[in-house]
């Protein structure tokens, strides 16, 4: 039996200005802390490389975009140092698609849990299936979805987050995301899904390159605060994480 790959997989290919950027995890396609890592490299990295306008980010399989943060890591912090550091991790990787200098696609494929959210919110353009529903379930294990609030809120309104957040047990339809924002498209399947993604891409890979990255920063405005912001959230979720009633809700998820 082959041995689970516990830090996950992450890819990129480049065709015709368009970087597609694979991630991957044996449990529905959540993040450790090296994931988060190698994903935020990557992202700085393309943002300094004139081959690519546009950049789809993606993940493996059809049923689960991203479960959010991965479980086993949770439950091995130890220290108030741990949390902070694992939980910075998502806060590097939002701070890295706000400032990356090019636009950033979101194939949503399946649906999506806590940081997952914050990763679609943190895209620039969306594309979702009718199987892409969503939920904040972070209240429900003694945490809350602190760090990628400022994304999510951004995106769909402080209204629609509290109501993820206050209910983490209820899952919203992908519907309901299009309506509030999150999603600019959804689409019936995954090959229509494709199918359109690659219509809008190749488009945008072919307008001006100042424009876009002009207009990169106009979505963007008023953000650069989100620096320290951020880390100021994951060091609230890095003490949280530790209580006993976080602990406990995290090991009876484990079984």
Request: hydrophobic share 45%; proline share 4%.
């Amino acid at each position: 039996m082959p041995t689970p790959n516990t830090k996950g997989t992450l890819t990129t290919s480049i065709n015709n200005k368009i970087a597609k950027v694979t991630f991957g995890h044996p449990a529905s396609n959540s993040f450790p802390i090296a994931l988060l890592d190698a994903l935020t490299n990557e992202l700085n990295s393309l943002s300094h490389n004139k081959e690519v306008l546009v950049i789809i980010l993606q993940s493996e399989g059809e049923k689960v975009f991203c479960a959010g943060a991965s479980f086993d890591e949770l439950l091995d912090v130890q220290n108030t140092e741990q949390g902070i550091r694992f939980f910075s991790g998502f806060a590097n990787l939002i701070n890295a698609m706000r400032s990356c200098s090019k636009i950033i696609v979101g194939r949503i494929q399946g649906k999506s849990v806590g940081g997952g959210v914050g990763l679609i919110s943190a895209c620039d353009y969306a594309f979702g299936t009718e199987n892409s529903i969503i939920k904040l379930s972070e209240i429900s294990i003694g945490v809350g979805p602190f760090v990628i609030e400022p994304a999510v809120s951004r995106k769909i309104g402080k209204t629609a987050m509290t109501e993820m957040a206050l209910a983490p047990d209820k899952w919203k339809t992908a519907e309901w995301a299009q309506q509030k924002g999150l999603f600019a498209e959804v689409l019936p399947d995954i090959e229509q899904l494709d199918q359109s993604i690659t219509t809008f891409v190749n488009k945008l890979a072919s307008y001006h390159p100042e424009a876009l990255f002009e207009m990169k920063k106009v979505i963007w405005a008023d953000t650069e605060h989100w620096e320290s912001l951020l880390i100021e959230r994951a060091e609230i979720t890095g003490r949280l994480v530790l209580s006993d009633f976080a602990k406990n809700a995290l090991a009876a998820f484990k079984k």
